[in-house]
């Protein structure tokens, strides 16, 4: 196989992956909420796609770079929704 076609499998498959998490944010943005979110899971999730950046800057695959950049600051952004509406939810339940 041509590295330009695996590339374009990489991109494609990058482009899917990244993608797969607009649905959530766009949720969780909408709602107000993201109770239904592990903590855990995103903490580990964003580690691991800083760690994948780190390693596609090192092999220099621009398809891991691009695609780990991007859904870190997708996953990164739902985390500080994820933090931020907890918060709230607990004050208001707290009456603070």
């Not at 590339?7 to 959530?24: E, H, M, N, R």
């Not at 990164?76 to 939810?89: Q, T």
């Amino acid at each position: 196989m041509q590295q330009n076609t695996i590339d374009f499998i990489g991109y494609v498959a990058a482009t899917c992956t990244t993608l797969s998490f607009l649905p959530q944010l766009i949720r969780v943005v909408r709602l107000r909420s993201a109770r239904e979110i592990s903590l855990g899971m995103f903490l580990i999730f964003s580690v691991g796609t800083a760690l994948w950046l780190a390693y596609g800057v090192l092999v220099h695959s621009k398809p891991v770079i691009v695609a780990n950049a991007v859904t870190f600051v997708l996953a990164m952004s739902i985390l500080m929704f994820k933090l931020r509406f907890d918060r709230d939810a607990l004050k208001e339940v707290k009456g603070v």
